[in-house]
């Protein structure tokens, strides 16, 4: 169970405004901190008690817009740093664990099909102005790439030797200042075949769905209610079925604002429970920044 808890800051994402259409040309870099503390909950048979997480996350991230026949289409890479501290009680013996270093990188693709056609400079303003209600639907694939820290010996690593791909449908429809954004994504997992103690891990998919109700402000600033829920992903190890479904719920707020010409900033909260006896509690704090050019 610690073994699958591990990346905790980067599985079930929760991002408001991923299918914002902006000019294409547009490129924009920036870098994020995340910090997430919570309560790890595991199957009494690990003999593990009291345990707790500590991860601070940074990520590099960059974007760029670009028009794919008529349409606005967007690609995305990130790549995480992690430093994180595991603790707790193993057979009653106080136990911690520190790892330190680079977690899979994310490639994104995305394409909005419907209401977002590909734009540049005056006639990207003119359409927005002319375009107060509007809808917009989008598909995006992608892709947590195995190279993060991993060491076949642990239990506890950053990264997880394994592809994960993540197929993704969206649609925001959006009235003057107010906006409402949902997303339907499932997580697919190719096995890992050098899991720890030479076993195989497989991991079913998880299902999940996430909403954002955003309204924006004079002056660049806006706010974001946001929530998720998903369900799914139980692992198997040998072929061995391991019981352990996840269900998770998400809620939080995000708050945005710009600095005229180029400079964008958001703050963020996300709080995560575990809707089961197993699982992780945990709260995720965001500070980033962000480029336009």
Wanted: hydrophobic fraction near 40%; include cysteine.
């Amino acid at each position: 169970m610690l073994a699958l808890l591990c990346c905790v800051a980067l599985a079930q994402d929760n991002e408001p405004r991923r299918w914002t259409q902006l000019p294409v040309g547009t490129n924009i870099a920036g870098v994020s901190y995340l910090y997430t503390s919570g309560d790890i909950h595991v199957d009494p048979v690990l003999r593990i008690e009291d345990a707790h997480v500590h991860v601070h996350t940074i990520v590099a991230g960059y974007s760029h817009y670009f028009g794919l026949g008529d349409m606005t289409a967007r690609v995305d890479v990130q790549i995480p740093v992690q430093f994180g501290r595991w603790n707790g009680l193993l057979d009653g013996v106080p136990t911690s664990v520190s790892r330190d270093g680079l977690a899979d990188p994310r490639l994104r693709l995305s394409l909005n099909f419907v209401g977002s056609p590909a734009l540049e400079g005056e006639a990207f303003k003119d359409y927005i102005r002319s375009h107060e209600e509007r809808t917009v639907v989008g598909a995006a694939l992608a892709l947590r790439v195995p190279l993060g820290e991993y060491f076949d010996d642990k239990l506890i690593n950053l990264g997880e030797n394994r592809f994960s791909v993540e197929p993704q449908v969206g649609v925001v429809h959006t009235s003057g200042p107010w906006s409402g954004e949902l997303t339907g994504s499932i997580f697919l997992y190719t096995p890992n075949d050098d899991f720890f103690g030479g076993s195989t891990l497989r991991q079913d998919p998880l299902y999940t769905i996430q909403g954002h109700v955003v309204r924006t402000f004079d002056g660049g600033f806006w706010i974001s209610g946001d929530v998720a829920y998903g369900r799914g992903g139980e692992t198997a190890i040998d072929g061995v079925s391991r019981d352990d479904v996840r269900s998770n719920l998400l809620y939080g707020v995000t708050f945005g604002f710009t600095v005229p010409p180029v400079h964008s900033f958001r703050l963020g909260y996300l709080r995560r429970e575990t809707l089961n006896n197993v699982g992780l509690d945990a709260h995720n704090l965001l500070l980033s920044w962000s480029m336009r050019f």
